[in-house]
């Protein structure tokens, strides 16, 4: 089965935030990419709500539920209380939990699986308990005993940090080098259970040797690539042009 593909709405309430305007609508281009045929919409609501606010939550949640029962709701976000708050009202299918601080202007690592599991156990439990599929983020460096203790915190998952692959795009060989270490991340994850996502500086130009390599990635989580391909060729055709980078005939 292709990788599913969720649209990151954080670039489009970035822009929108920028005037005290509603425009562009958070939940129109959502609309526009689940009409499109995207699996489902993810958002990071920060602290400091700099993209996502709190009260877009409540409208995805119900543009989904009303209009696209069978599409899901990816939430990512650092696990305080305020957050796990969030989910728990909000209700999303997934939850990706990522390691970052609050003031990072975007997710640049995976969790440390062995200083962090006695951290993620008891959230990963709680989130599961609501009815919550839960992915973590995973540094893509072949690490097999990291990715056997990410099986420890009960998640569902993992989400490949995908930002060195991306950050290759004029340097094939290094490429090469990424791929080969996000395969065997990915590898690992596959042979004891775990689903594997991915996400970070993910294109239509390096999505089909990736989806290539990890014949069973889940599912792909893309805002920045895909909100500037919309500028070009408009939301709609660009959720084609990734499915189609994603392996499906569209």
Same mark, same amino acid.
């Given at each position: 089965?292709?990788?599913?593909?969720?649209?990151?709405?954080?670039?489009?309430?970035?822009?929108?935030?920028?005037?005290?305007?509603?425009?562009?609508?958070?939940?129109?281009?959502?609309?526009?990419?689940?009409?499109?045929?995207?699996?489902?919409?993810?958002?990071?609501?920060?602290?400091?709500?700099?993209?996502?606010?709190?009260?877009?939550?409540?409208?995805?949640?119900?543009?989904?539920?009303?209009?696209?029962?069978?599409?899901?709701?990816?939430?990512?976000?650092?696990?305080?209380?305020?957050?796990?708050?969030?989910?728990?009202?909000?209700?999303?299918?997934?939850?990706?939990?990522? +390691?970052?601080? +609050?003031?990072?202007?975007?997710?640049?690592?995976?969790?440390?699986?062995?200083?962090?599991?006695?951290?993620?156990? +008891?959230?990963?439990?709680?989130?599961?308990?609501?009815?919550?599929?839960?992915?973590?983020?995973?540094?893509?460096?072949?690490?097999?005993?990291?990715?056997?203790?990410?099986?420890?915190?009960?998640?569902?998952?993992?989400?490949?940090?995908?930002?060195?692959?991306?950050?290759?795009?004029?340097?094939?060989?290094?490429?090469?080098?990424?791929?080969?270490?996000?395969?065997?991340?990915?590898?690992?994850?596959?042979?004891?259970?775990?689903?594997?996502?991915?996400?970070?500086?993910?294109?239509?130009?390096?999505?089909?040797?990736?989806?290539?390599?990890?014949?069973?990635?889940?599912?792909?989580?893309?805002?920045?690539?895909?909100?500037?391909?919309?500028?070009?060729?408009?939301?709609?055709?660009?959720?084609?042009?990734?499915?189609?980078?994603?392996?499906?005939?569209?």
């Amino acid at each position: 089965m292709p990788a599913k593909l969720s649209v990151n709405l954080n670039a489009i309430a970035m822009l929108r935030n920028r005037r005290d305007l509603p425009w562009p609508s958070v939940t129109g281009l959502g609309r526009i990419a689940l009409q499109a045929g995207a699996a489902g919409l993810t958002v990071h609501p920060r602290p400091d709500q700099r993209h996502i606010r709190f009260s877009d939550l409540p409208d995805i949640r119900a543009l989904i539920d009303d209009e696209f029962p069978h599409a899901e709701f990816n939430m990512e976000g650092y696990p305080t209380e305020e957050f796990l708050a969030l989910c728990e009202k909000n209700q999303p299918e997934q939850v990706t939990l990522v +390691p970052d601080d +609050p003031s990072q202007a975007t997710s640049d690592h995976g969790w440390n699986f062995r200083q962090s599991l006695d951290v993620l156990k +008891p959230v990963v439990k709680r989130l599961k308990s609501g009815g919550m599929r839960v992915s973590l983020f995973a540094d893509g460096d072949g690490d097999a005993e990291a990715v056997a203790l990410a099986r420890e915190t009960g998640a569902d998952r993992i989400e490949l940090y995908t930002g060195p692959y991306g950050g290759t795009y004029d340097h094939p060989d290094k490429a090469i080098e990424e791929i080969a270490r996000l395969g065997a991340t990915a590898d690992a994850a596959h042979a004891i259970g775990l689903g594997v996502n991915a996400g970070h500086d993910l294109t239509v130009a390096n999505l089909p040797a990736l989806v290539k390599r990890i014949p069973y990635l889940a599912e792909v989580s893309i805002g920045h690539g895909l909100t500037a391909d919309a500028l070009e060729y408009g939301m709609a055709e660009t959720v084609r042009r990734f499915r189609r980078a994603c392996g499906e005939t569209v």
